[in-house]
């Protein structure tokens, strides 16, 4: 069975641009999750989708918004980015019942200039 | 709020050496607990995990137990490899929520 898979895998942009990272979760998996890597603050979640519907959501601010597809693939925005917005944004899927395993992306590295 | 408290790295072993990892956490209720490994350049692998107290998660030679009384789930090897240096993060999910917590991650380095 195919992992997750995260596109592109490396990304830099410029400040106020705006971005767009796509997410393929396993085949099955129903709930896809976002989080965000630094240095600094570590892994920290963003939201998490089920069946087209945020069902979560971490403290960012609404700069960084998200949805997620009928194929259960998702996508997150972030707009006027921010030199602070540069991480590995990683994704994870899985079947959506409350407390399962989540399997992880490769990531999507972005670097704001 | 939940929260996970892990040792501050790096931890520094020799190849063959015995390999622990603190992990404490803060929760309400009866959270699930992993480890995830991440290797240079890549994302997250899960590498074990527990879903209640006195389960004992295992995999390629790493344990870790939940321990309720303590509110700990501390990672183990008895030999480590060179090929085991990584972070390791520790991570929980409460009972109603399938949002992961992380630690601040333990970077391991394992020399010959």
């Known amino acids: 069975k195919a992992g997750v898979t995260q596109t592109p895998r490396y990304l830099i942009k410029t400040r106020g641009q705006q971005v767009t990272l796509s997410c393929s979760p396993i085949s099955g998996h129903r709930s896809v999750s976002w989080y965000q890597q630094t240095p600094g603050q570590g892994l920290q979640f963003l939201f998490e989708?089920?069946?087209?519907?945020?069902?979560n959501k971490g403290n960012f601010p609404g700069r960084f918004s998200g949805r997620q597809f009928s194929n259960s693939r998702s996508e997150m925005n972030v707009s006027t980015l921010e030199l602070g917005d540069s991480a590995l944004y990683l994704c994870a899927s899985s079947y959506g019942t409350r407390q399962e395993t989540q399997y992880f992306g490769p990531g999507t590295r972005l670097l704001v200039l | 709020g939940d929260s996970v408290t892990q040792m501050e790295g790096p931890v520094t072993l020799s190849e063959e050496a015995f390999l622990t990892i603190n992990c404490t956490y803060t929760?309400?209720?009866?959270?699930?607990l992993f480890w995830y490994v991440q290797y240079p350049g890549e994302g997250l692998q899960l590498l074990l995990k527990a879903t209640k107290a006195d389960d004992k998660g295992s995999n390629k030679g790493f344990e870790a137990t939940y321990r309720k009384e303590t509110t700990s789930f501390h990672l183990e090897k008895g030999s480590v490899q060179v090929s085991d240096s990584a972070v390791y993060f520790c991570?929980?999910?409460?009972?109603?929520?399938?949002?992961?917590?992380f630690g601040t991650g333990t970077r391991l380095q394992v020399f010959p």
């Open positions: 991570a929980l999910s409460g009972a109603d929520t399938d949002k992961l917590i």
């Open positions: 989708y089920f069946s087209e519907t945020q069902r």
């Open positions: 929760a309400t209720g009866y959270p699930s």
